[in-house]
């Protein structure tokens, strides 16, 4: 069954540090993968997506995630985190068959102190 | 911003009354889809559905039901809330490219006493 691991709950920067928040998943093929980010009181928003091709996709907010094949790992990154980054962060892997659910991890919080 | 509203945005009821809460699209996708999110959980599917009056069952769907009448519509009902309901209940629609790329409504927090 597919399943996405996101093994960090909690993460804390310091505003300018850079990011990378970790995404594994289980799939039997090459995944359709996403990153969406949650402010408070807000519903999900895209930041990126990979389908096939260049394993670097770049996203919106400066945000850039990696596909490594050999490591089932999807990881988001950001090279200079701002105060307005600060919110939960989910990855998420589309599922096989025709149903086209989409698989969510549980989340990490991203804290963004001054 | 993607064209969904969800309705309503709050609603606090009780134990063993009916539910029903409304999403609707403008953009005439075919595939919508209603979530649950919970602390430690993610989201979690509780139905979808692929076209109008075509429905089917995710991970959660016990205790709910859909409806899609309308291809902007899908209703869902609880429809006799109880207190492990309380949550955030999310929809959202498929880009109609065919990558599940899916775009979220703003949510209902939805407490059950």
């Known amino acids: 069954a597919q399943s996405v691991t996101q093994p960090d709950i909690h993460i804390t920067v310091s505003e300018g540090a850079s990011l990378e928040l970790r995404c594994n998943y289980s799939y039997g093929a090459t995944p359709y993968l996403f990153w969406y980010v949650q402010s408070p009181g807000q519903g999900l928003q895209l930041l990126l997506k990979y389908f096939s091709g260049d394993t670097l996709v770049q996203g919106i907010k400066g945000f850039e995630a990696e596909f490594k094949r050999s490591q089932s790992s999807f990881n988001l990154r950001k090279p200079s985190v701002h105060w307005s980054d600060a919110a939960e962060y989910f990855c998420a892997v589309g599922a096989s068959g025709n149903t086209d659910k989409l698989i969510f991890g549980t989340g990490t919080r991203l804290q963004v102190f001054p | 911003d993607a064209g969904i509203t969800q309705s309503p945005r709050h609603k606090v009821t009780e134990t063993g009354t009916p539910v029903t809460l409304r999403c609707h699209q403008t953009?005439?996708?075919?595939?919508m889809y209603w979530y649950r999110q919970d602390p430690g959980h993610g989201l979690r599917l509780i139905h979808y559905s692929y076209g109008v009056k075509d429905t089917d069952k995710g991970e959660v769907s016990d205790g709910y039901s859909v409806s899609r009448s309308k291809t902007e519509d899908f209703l869902l009902t609880l429809e006799s809330a109880t207190s492990s309901q309380t949550s955030v209940y999310f929809c959202a629609i498929r880009d109609p490219s065919g990558r599940n790329i899916q775009y979220f409504g703003a949510g209902t927090r939805l407490s059950v006493l």
């Open positions: 953009e005439n996708h075919r595939y």
